[in-house]
């Protein structure tokens, strides 16, 4: 009679016990026992309902531990902008957790940053940290889009090498180059050409095309091959980012970008069949000789309206964009990486 | 090979027998199984969707199909019945016991089961029809989960409407094929003087007594000639007041060559066990990713005509084909038994192959996918525990320079012990050797090309 007593109290166990000890523990006890409040952020990919929850909120000041989880494909889960977080990749049935606090109210996206559908752009969620005692700080406008637009640039111009017109709208004749111009030899000859005293200004080479400091670089150094003088113009468009910067924009690029615009900038990212534009092709010199680096930060941080270019401008710090941007001139113009 | 050799295992292992008639045995065991039934549903219901981390996908379809059909049914036949948990619940619900013998008739309304059911069938169709689910039952964990809560609970409610377990005997779709393939195994429950148990009056292996209940799988030990609807719950071991019982080790294959009980239900699970491995083994495993999408039910249309095209494998193509090589193998040998009648003693041949094959097949994916099993038993639903600090062990595939070799190996074995079998059993409908090498030849070599078409499959 014990042994069947004890068989029924093992039975009973197996099929109510388990259940509400497994289920119990994971909705209820493990929650009660965390020191931080956890947050369990399920990802899947968009087409199949992207971050559950998709935005969330928490207080400033209060420690939260937020655990992703994939459950279709490997994700690469990270938060901005300004965070530095990175949780790598999230394979299908792990979970991943960091344990944050904010000290002030502000918006945050948490975003996959590996290919993980035709739609994985959309992959991103929302946090918000609210401050009581504090309003939400009102989301400023970005000065340097803003300067763009009382200048009059179209941003969204046609990027790709058909149809070729310059940010500003006016045709643009798109430069030939014999030799690919080379930021590392342009550094030699640098020293023996007379540089305009605008090329030296950091600010006047972020609204001005290489194109342009090419014909001020020419006109005053009449005797130099144009060749030579793409070379020192490169270089002056190179120079500004340290190998520091170059290498962790390298990340956030080959994370972010390549898988539309290649790895090295050809354009030909695995995805990039997939747009409805062509990727833009920041390894040509010819298109980046009439690029402007600030409508480059603008296009990155805005997207481009009529492409697949999403826009970063929720994931990245403004100081995040700026080392991008230097990253592509650096892919474009034979600077040594910083990989 | 075949001989009449016998090895008594319970005179030979005198400690077993004593184990084996505890009523402990096998309910103990059962319990443990239910809890790892009732995990994987768990699992499968509120885990994670990713199969490779969810326990449900990967204990039930990996580990356990592993341990199925490598080893328990090839060595042991239907130990995995002995201690299935899936028609434990309706048992014990009929005895009111989960240990004890209770007195009186067991709990249940009755009903007679259908005269016309009381064959492989149901078993038969079932297979198939999960069969044409199986790349989503096998990948999905709440497929899989509720797959296996409904075993659980059609079990619980044949239990309740028939007496013993009509569940198991004539529905399960598991112990359909296990029973099949347990003729090939070398260990079989028997009497050991078939006179004592015609001349015993009472019959308690059949009516039960206080030690035990009557037997579950409506079987009388006494004339029991093949291992395929003994269930080895052992109850008779228990309650045979005679001691005549005896748990024998024997040759390989030893039931394949019982002719009085061959029949058309039983041939044709042989067909659509071994159609059936064919088909997952280049669906599942093979090249043909658009076959893979479609099994997957990429669109309704798509599902339909695998499912559709499936079903006419195993049920008429697998059969027709080797209706004409048993017509041609007849005509050949000269042979004057009916076709019929040959079509289905020849299809026994095809249990060792389709065994084989089935062997063969799961090499191929538990070698390669066995390594998922430590990270899911510390986190089995997939919700980043922990429990036994196994949880990030990563996929490492098992010696995959090694799994065609295996299986070339075991196929190749299969197919010799087939072509084997095929021999004997045609000497069974001959006059002499060589009516029945001849018959062979055409047999053999059907089952030569199956062979062949597994072996392109597996080893290019």
């Known amino acids: 009679m014990r042994r069947e007593r004890l068989a029924r109290i093992i039975l009973l166990l197996i099929l109510i016990g388990i259940p509400i000890a497994i289920l119990g523990f994971q909705r209820w006890l493990r929650p009660a026992l965390s020191p931080t409040r956890v947050i369990d952020i399920v990802a899947a990919a968009p087409e199949a309902g992207g971050f559950q929850p998709g935005a969330f909120k928490v207080e400033a000041g209060e420690t939260v531990t937020l655990r992703f989880s994939s459950v279709d494909v490997t994700h690469g889960i990270a938060l901005g902008p300004g965070l530095g977080i990175d949780l790598g990749y999230v394979d299908p049935g792990h979970v991943k957790e960091v344990t944050l606090t904010f000290d002030r109210a502000g918006t945050y996206t948490f975003y996959c940053n590996i290919w993980c559908s035709p739609n994985h752009w959309r992959m991103r969620g929302i946090l918000e940290v609210n401050d009581p005692s504090r309003i939400l700080p009102t989301p400023q406008r970005d000065p340097v889009i803003e300067a763009l637009n009382v200048e009059g640039v179209n941003i969204d111009a046609d990027h790709t090498t058909s149809g070729m017109s310059s940010p500003d709208g006016t045709p643009v004749q798109q430069l030939m180059f014999a030799v690919r111009p080379s930021a590392l030899r342009g550094a030699t000859l640098s020293g023996s050409v007379n540089i305009p005293s605008d090329l030296n200004v950091p600010l006047w080479r972020r609204s001005h095309t290489p194109a342009q400091g090419l014909a001020l670089l020419i006109s005053a150094n009449p005797t130099i091959s144009k060749a030579e003088a793409a070379d020192v113009v490169a270089y002056l468009w190179t120079k500004d980012a340290s190998p520091a910067t170059l290498a962790s924009a390298a990340l956030l690029y080959d994370k972010n970008c390549a898988a539309c615009h290649g790895q090295t900038g050809d354009g030909k990212g695995l995805m990039a069949g997939l747009t409805i534009k062509p990727p833009a092709v920041f390894s040509d010199p010819a298109h980046m000789f009439i690029m402007r680096s600030d409508v480059l930060y603008a296009k990155i941080r805005r997207g481009g309206m009529g492409t697949d270019m999403p826009n970063f401008g929720t994931l990245f710090t403004p100081e995040e964009t700026w080392a991008l941007v230097n990253y592509l001139w650096a892919l474009a113009l034979d600077r040594q990486l910083g990989k | ?460």
């Not at chain 2, 990030?392 to 295996?406: G, S």
Request: net charge positive; charged share 10%; hydrophobic share 50%.
């Open chain 2, 1 to 460: 090979m075949l001989g009449q050799q016998r090895i008594d295992l319970l005179q030979r292992v005198p400690r077993l027998k004593p184990m084996l008639k505890s009523r402990l045995f096998p309910p103990a065991l059962m319990l443990v199984t239910l809890f790892v039934f009732m995990l994987a549903i768990l699992s499968g219901l509120f885990g994670t969707p990713a199969g490779s981390r969810n326990f449900g996908i990967i204990f039930v379809w990996i580990v356990w199909w592993a341990l199925l059909i490598i080893l328990l049914v090839p060595f042991f036949g239907r130990a995995w019945c002995t201690i299935c948990p899936i028609p434990a619940p309706g048992e014990w619900l009929q005895r009111r016991a989960i240990v004890n013998r209770t007195s009186g008739r067991l709990r249940t309304l009755r009903w007679r089961w259908p005269r016309r059911l009381k064959n492989l069938w149901l078993q038969n169709f079932g297979f198939l029809g999960v069969a044409i689910f199986s790349a989503l039952i096998l990948t999905r964990p709440n497929i899989s989960a509720w797959l296996l809560l409904t075993l659980m609970i059609m079990g619980v409610a044949l239990s309740l409407l028939y007496e013993n377990r009509v569940f198991c005997r004539y529905v399960c779709p598991v112990g359909g094929f296990i029973g099949l393939y347990s003729l090939v195994a070398p260990v079989e429950l028997r009497v050991s003087d078939p006179q004592i148990c015609a001349s015993h009056k009472t019959k308690d292996c059949i009516t039960g007594n206080e030690q035990g209940y009557g037997c579950p799988w409506m079987v009388f030990p006494g004339k029991l000639a093949r291992n395929n609807y003994c269930g080895l719950c052992l109850e008779c071991l228990k309650t045979c007041p005679k001691n005549n019982i005896v748990i024998n080790l024997r040759p390989f294959g030893s039931d394949l060559l019982v002719a009085k009980e061959r029949r058309l239900d039983e041939a044709y699970k042989a067909f659509i066990m071994l159609g059936c491995a064919l088909l997952y083994a280049g669906v599942l495993l093979g090249p043909w990713g658009w076959i893979k999408q479609w099994a997957n039910m990429d669109t309704l249309p798509h599902w339909a005509l695998y499912a559709a095209g499936f079903l006419v494998i195993n049920l008429v193509v697998l059969p027709g084909l080797f209706w004409v090589t048993t017509a041609f193998a007849r005509r050949l040998a000269g042979q004057s038994i009916s076709l019929r009648h040959l079509f289905v003693d020849y299809a026994y041949a095809l249990i060792p192959l389709g065994l084989a094959a089935w062997i063969a097949f799961s090499f191929g994916f538990v070698l390669v996918n066995g390594s998922y099993a430590p990270g899911v038993l510390s986190d089995p639903l997939g919700w980043g525990w922990n429990l036994f600090g196994t949880a990030n062990v990563p996929w490492t595939p098992l010696w995959p320079t090694l799994i065609p070799f295996l299986q070339v190996g075991v196929l190749i074995a299969g197919l010799l012990f087939a072509i084997h079998i095929a021999y004997r059993i045609a000497r069974q409908n001959s006059s002499g050797h060589r009516q029945a090498y001849l018959a062979m030849l055409p047999l053999g070599g059907f089952m030569a090309a199956i062979t062949f078409m597994f072996l392109r499959l597996y080893a290019g």
